[in-house]
């Protein structure tokens, strides 16, 4: 099957700096693909959605100039944290977007990072 | 988004009953439903998924029911087991290519 990768899988950083995390669709390519934050115990909320070459569209609420989103290539898309506060403290998880049979697509999920901010 | 942050409800089941996992969902333009298993710090996994045009699909040991008049989507576990300890989100999408997570049910297994 498809495989996600994510880079770093723990990061921890003092307040007022930034953090990129990597997320790359190693088998395959992807023209899309999406980033998550998750608090502890609960739901995958999306934030963004990327696409290779363009400009992210970020869902409602989301902070564009905060959450920085880079899809330079096929199988690299970057999600970069600014100037972060202990709120941005979470599980942020990116996905891969592959189409299956018709009009639907499969997401194949990375492992998740854990941004903890001090 | 479509997908609400709330805490998660909680379901325990003995080892070898079936486990039935509830979820509604909020778009009824939604074609496209999948469940998944997220294990502790992990990302999602995905279990099965259902289109709209159908009402029932089986996998190994897994049986996904959907119920469109009601927007309601059940996964069933056959014969639990330890591993199956997880939490579950159901996901829908409706003809693009994003998916918008439910709230999630944390299943323990009890050996």
């Known amino acids: 099957g498809a495989v996600v990768s994510q880079h770093p899988s723990w990061v921890i950083c003092k307040s007022g700096t930034s953090v990129k995390i990597e997320c790359r669709s190693l088998?395959?390519?992807?023209?899309?693909m999406f980033w998550y934050r998750q608090f502890p115990k609960q739901s995958l909320m999306l934030m963004a959605t990327?696409?290779?070459?363009?400009?992210?569209?970020?869902e409602q609420g989301v902070e564009k100039d905060k959450f920085l989103i880079n899809h330079a290539s096929l199988t690299l898309s970057t999600l970069t944290v600014t100037s972060a506060h202990p709120e941005d403290s979470s599980f942020y998880i990116c996905?891969?977007?592959?189409?299956?049979?018709?009009?639907?697509?499969?997401?194949?999920f990375g492992p998740g990072t854990r941004l903890t901010v001090t | 988004g479509e997908s609400v942050g709330l805490h998660l409800p909680t379901l325990s089941v003995q080892e070898g009953d079936n486990s039935i996992i509830n979820c509604a969902y909020s778009?009824?333009?939604?074609?496209?439903f999948i469940w998944y298993k997220q294990e502790s710090g992990k990302g999602p996994q995905f279990i099965i998924d259902?289109?709209?045009?159908?009402d029932k699909r089986q996998g190994q040991r897994v049986t996904v029911l959907l119920n469109k008049t009601v927007k309601h989507l059940s996964l069933q576990i056959a014969a639990t087991q330890p591993g199956d300890s997880a939490v579950y989100f159901c996901?829908?999408?409706?003809?693009?290519?994003?998916?918008?997570f439910g709230t999630g049910t944390s299943l323990t297994v009890i050996p």
């Open positions: 996905s891969a977007s592959a189409p299956t049979s018709g009009d639907s697509y499969e997401q194949y």
């Open positions: 088998d395959f390519q992807a023209t899309t």
């Open positions: 990327s696409n290779e070459g363009s400009k992210a569209t970020y």
């Open positions: 778009n009824s333009a939604s074609d496209y």
């Open positions: 259902i289109r709209s045009n159908m």
């Open positions: 996901a829908e999408n409706n003809y693009g290519n994003q998916f918008y």
